[in-house]
């Protein structure tokens, strides 16, 4: 093949992406929750180890991009689009009120607002750092963001306590940095709840989120499950606001079954948030789009959400490669991901109402006849047979991820 000319390389992508096919409109994608995150679609390639690759972008052109695709709602930190040295003054309001001039012109809503309390120097210590000023300038950040979320419309507020922790051991008392941690909670809640009452609105939803690894070398809440109980300590003033927001990836990362911790959450009554995205077991934090990895994985998930009624955000909480173009990550990477969205969570209502795997199930559920149940012989016997059913659905999951089902083989 010749080289291609670069005024010729856009083109090609979208001929090769409208050759792909297999995508909804936007008006379809729009009939789901899924939430488009500034600093996604912001992100500039840059790493620890890497330049960034792509240009700067405003939050006006990522709300336009968002709504040409069709992803309805939008989030963001509170510093993704507000200088450090503006929050709380004058030219916080200015900014504010472009958001909602941009949201209102393209038809979007602001799902969630979240604080950045890891990137700036003044975090070094983390929110909850040993000197009393840095722990009310925290305060003052988080109450400032439910001010910010309320402005916007949001329904939720998520925080990342990744700074949360320590290079050296010995170096913090781990009670009490949890203390002031959840007096920033605590800070956050009362606010909104003052806010709220102004208003006329319901109170957010204030969702923790947890990641077992970076940036700190220990980290106090690495897990879903660490916050849970840490939730449930008797630390917050109000736990009933406050609940959870997972991020795939970064259960994975640890080597957890994103399922399981899902299903921890939700029989907690704590899955208020959901952020997707994809990656691999016990490596790092590289946020793929949602379905590029672990497709079936991802199918199992969505099969459990759907059968326990979450209707939660979904928010696209990914990067797009280092190797994609600017023009690429609205061409190719937020359309592609809400897609595998879509039809993972359709394939997962086919799963849910497949006659096969209902009848497996069932079966399973039911049992072989027991005539003594003290009888471990007897029992092993009964169930013998119906225990291969396990592996049977299994086969049949992949059945429906790879169309076999409808018929699909390939002569050889």
């Known amino acids: ?65 968002y709504s040409d695709i069709g992803i309805g709602y939008w989030s963001t930190h509170d510093t993704d689009v507000i200088p450090t040295e503006a929050l ?50 925290a305060n003052f950040r988080v109450q400032n963001t439910v001010e910010i979320g309320h402005e916007l419309g949001a329904n939720f507020a998520v925080y990342w306590p990744g700074s949360l922790g320590y290079y050296v051991q010995g170096a913090i008392e781990e009670t009490q940095t949890l203390r002031w941690y959840a007096d920033a909670i605590n800070a956050a809640c009362d606010r909104d709840i003052e806010v709220a009452a102004q208003k006329g609105r319901p109170t957010l939803k204030h969702c923790m989120e947890a990641k077992p690894f970076e940036p700190q070398a220990e980290i106090l809440l690495p897990t879903s499950d660490a916050m849970l109980a840490f939730i ?40 208020f948030h959901f952020d997707i995205n994809d990656g691999y077991r016990l490596k790092h934090d590289v946020d793929i789009g949602v379905g590029l990895v672990n497709p079936l994985d991802w199918l199992n998930v969505l099969v459990l959400l759907r059968s326990h009624g979450y209707n939660g955000p979904f928010n696209l909480d990914f990067k797009p490669p280092r190797t994609t173009s600017q023009f690429g990550v609205f061409e190719v990477s937020f359309p592609t991901a809400v897609d595998r969205f879509i039809t993972l969570w359709e394939m997962a209502g086919e799963v849910l109402s497949d006659p096969i795997i209902q009848e497996a199930t069932d079966a399973l559920k039911a049992g072989g006849p027991v005539t003594d149940p003290r009888d471990a012989e007897a029992l092993t016997s009964a169930n013998r047979e119906l225990l291969t059913l396990h592996e049977l659905i299994a086969h049949r999951l992949v059945q429906i991820l790879l169309g076999l089902h409808r018929g699909r083989a390939f002569s050889i």
């Open 232 to 271: 449930a300590s008797g630390l917050l003033t109000h736990p009933e606001m406050v609940g959870l927001n997972p991020e795939y990836l970064h259960e994975l990362m640890w080597g957890a079954a994103p399922r399981a911790v899902l299903a921890r959450a939700l029989l907690a009554g704590k899955l």
């Open 1 to 65: 093949m010749s080289p291609i000319p670069e005024n010729q390389q856009q083109a090609m992508v979208s001929r090769l992406m409208s050759a792909c096919g297999g995508s909804y409109s936007p008006e379809t994608r729009r009939k789901y929750y899924i939430s488009g995150p500034q600093w996604a679609a912001a992100y500039q390639g840059q790493a620890l180890f890497h330049a960034p690759t792509r240009p700067a972008i405003d939050f006006e052109s990522v709300i336009r991009k």
């Open 88 to 137: 709380g003054k004058p030219a916080q309001a200015e900014i504010v009120g472009r958001i909602q001039k941009a949201l209102a012109e393209n038809g979007l809503q602001c799902s969630m607002v979240t604080t950045e309390t890891f990137y700036h120097a003044v975090w070094a210590a983390s929110p909850a750092a040993e000197a009393p000023g840095v722990r009310q300038y």
